[in-house]
Structure formats: C-alpha cells, structure tokens
C-alpha cells in the first residue's frame, strides 16, 4: 500500500452525483490540449465543475427510514410492469428536460432516447427476474432518465432520483447511452441508496462503486443470455472513440488493463490488496480501489460458472439488501467480504460450492487469508 494519509482521516465531503467517470480520467483528458484534443479537454473541464449535487439520498446511512427487509419486496415477475420516461434537455443542464418518450410509446428517431428507454428496460428485468425485486427501491420505483445533458458532456450519473447521459465530446468519448453496463452500473447506485446506503468515500465507497460495477455487468449479460465464461467483464465497453487505445473504462476481471493510451495514461485500478491506493483523491479513491471487490466478484462468478446472476451475483445482491443481516454502511472490504461469505452460507450451504469460490476469490485478491475466521 502507499502511504498517504489513512482513510479514517477523510472529511466526508458533500454528496455528489454517482458518475461513471471518475475524476482522475477526466483530469487526464482536461489535459489533452497538447495532443490536438482540445475539444476533448475542454468537455473535460467542464464536466469536471458540472457534476451536480446527489439529491437527498433515501438511504438507513443518511437518517432515512430503514429499508424494507427483503423478503417483504420479492414479487412475481408476472405481476409487474416497467414504468419509464425519458427526457431530453436538449443540450442544456437543466433537469429533467422534454419529456420525449414514455412507457408504451414507440420507438423515436433519435438513438441515445431509445438505447436509454432500452437500458432502463434492462436493468429492470434484470432485478425483477433474477431478484424479485420491483425497480430500485423495490416497490415499483417509476425509472426516469434524460438524455443530451449540457454540451459534449463527459459522464452520466444517478443523482437520486434520475439517469442522466451526456454525448461525449466525439474525441475520447461518444454517447454515454451506447454503453448497456454504464446504464445498469448508474442504475445500481439506486439500489445501494435504498438498501444498504455504502458511504461514498474509502472503502465504503469502493464498495458501493463495485456493486455498481456487478450489476452493471449482470445487465449486459442478463439482456444477452450470456454466461460467466464467455462475458467480457468490461464496465462501458464502446465509450471510447476509436481514437483511445483503450476497450472500456473498467476491466473486472483483470483491473488495470481496461485501458494504455498515451493521452489517457495507464488504467491505475489495482487488482489486489497489495496495490490498494490509499489517497484523499476521488472520495479516497472510491473508482480505483473498487477494482479489487469487482475481481473477487469476477473471480467467484466464472469459478462457479453458468449465469453470474444466479450464485455469485445472488450472494452480493443478498449482502447489499441485508437479507441475513444489516450491511454496516461504512463497511470495510474485509467486513463486506465476511458479509458475503455467511450470505452464501445462509442461500446455498456450509458446504457448497458457492460459498467455496466466495471465500478462495476473497484470499486471491487479499481481503482475507486462509486461516481467516468464517
């Protein structure tokens, strides 16, 4: 580990909109001026002073009612319907924009409203299907979204209450609606705010990064029919324009590869606990450190093989919902692990193979070691 000043001494900063983008990358291309992007490197700066403030988050973290117990939230699939909207703000970064597609509506002419209406849709099978579970907060939330926010902005984020996709800057990035595992990862911080609300900074925050990351990657693979072994287990493959040396933002299974280019730099995600970045940058490094959790998730996953969402992808939804006991918001990566490891015990067994992989994935990247209690 590096030795920069320890997580426990971070201020919590005021609560940001959850971007798919993370600071240090937009930081790189802001830069970019040099290498004849300077379209890219002003969205850059700007996307870099836009991100809004997260709206009032409905989680047990910040005061809220505490969320419903799982159990009381599992419906049948056949009982309910996506409820969507999607809007446009017509290059403006005023929310929520034209209302310009609803449930029901067909198809319109431009791309990035369908590809979200589509990714809304997803991400909402994903959940009712693999987890009974209605929309985010798991009582039939409505999923909104809007589209063409601001000039070639950078990024798309959940601010509490909606999506919101920027179009890239046509130099490093396109539209951000084109990625289906951006659509799902934003979605996701959904669901983390009304369950186990993950405090966004150090480890908590990583964590509540990489539960974004899961289910971002079980939306593409859920909506392909894809299983663990033949998934890419890249986060926003296709932002990038042809331009970057690059294949997505994030690599799971092999953090620190997603990306080589020589305006954007070298992804710096670590894959285990020994490169763990210990800084005050990105919330205490929330983006970077969230690539160790996403490779034991990884790991896990193609070990037991079949369809991700139904073993390991289960145990983590299982421990982020509480369905054997409350998450501690501001867990540790070694908490949240052990959390993991009785949620398996709990679904599928003392002696089976789910919970095995689990424990085996968590020694691999360092979070805990073999004579580890549990």
Same mark, same amino acid.
Do not use: C
């Given at each position: ?51 809004? +403030? ?5 989680? %047990? ?15 049948? +699939? ?12 017509? #290059?403006?970064?005023?929310? +929520? ?99 186990? /609300? ?48 690059? %294949? ?31 800084? %005050? ?7 970077? #450190?969230?690539?160790?959790? #996403? ?9 037991? /093989? ?19 006991? +409350? ?6 990566? $070694? ?6 490891? =009785? $949620? ?9 193979? =789910? ?20």
């Amino acid at each position: 580990m590096s030795s920069s000043s320890p997580a426990s001494s971070l201020v919590r900063p005021p609560l940001r909109a959850r971007s798919i983008v993370p600071p240090y990358l937009l930081a790189r291309i802001a830069a970019a001026d040099a290498f004849g992007m300077a379209r890219a490197a002003e969205a850059a700066r700007r996307s870099l002073l836009a991100d809004p +403030p997260l709206r009032e988050e409905r989680a %047990r973290a910040s005061g809220a009612t505490p969320a419903t117990p799982p159990s009381a939230l599992a419906v049948s +699939p056949a009982t309910v319907a996506v409820d969507r909207t999607v809007f446009d703000a017509g #290059n403006t970064e005023t929310l +929520p924009g034209r209302e310009v597609r609803r449930e029901q509506d067909a198809p319109v002419d431009d791309v990035a409203v369908n590809e979200a209406f589509d990714g809304l849709g997803a991400t909402h099978a994903l959940l009712l299907d693999a987890f009974g579970r209605d929309s985010v907060d798991g009582k039939g939330l409505p999923l909104l979204a809007t589209v063409h926010y601001g000039t070639d902005y950078d990024n798309a984020f959940w601010d509490g209450e909606r999506m919101v996709f920027g179009d890239g800057d046509g130099e490093v990035f396109g539209r951000f609606t084109a990625s289906l595992s951006v659509i799902g990862h934003e979605l996701a911080h959904g669901v983390t705010q009304y369950t186990a /609300g993950l405090v966004y900074e150090g480890q908590s925050g990583a964590l509540n990064e990489s539960f974004s990351d899961v289910m971002g990657a079980l939306v593409e693979q859920h909506q392909r029919g894809q299983r663990a072994d033949a998934a890419s287990w890249l986060i926003g493959e296709g932002l990038f324009t042809d331009a970057v040396e690059g %294949r997505a933002l994030r690599s799971m299974i092999a953090p620190g590869t997603a990306y080589d280019d020589d305006v954007l730099g070298r992804d710096p995600q670590p894959a285990d606990m020994a490169g763990y970045v210990d800084t %005050r940058d990105d919330n205490g490094g929330v983006h970077l #450190n969230s690539g160790i959790p #996403n490779r034991a998730f990884a790991l896990a996953a193609t070990e037991l /093989g079949g369809f991700a969402w139904e073993r390991a992808g289960q145990v983590w939804y299982d421990t982020v919902v509480g369905a054997s006991a +409350p998450l501690d918001p501001r867990s540790t990566f $070694a908490q949240f692990a052990a959390a993991t490891v =009785e $949620a398996a015990r709990a679904r599928f067994g003392a002696d089976s193979a =789910e919970l095995s992989a689990i424990e085996r994935a968590w020694v691999t990247v360092g979070v805990r070691s073999d004579d580890t209690p549990g």
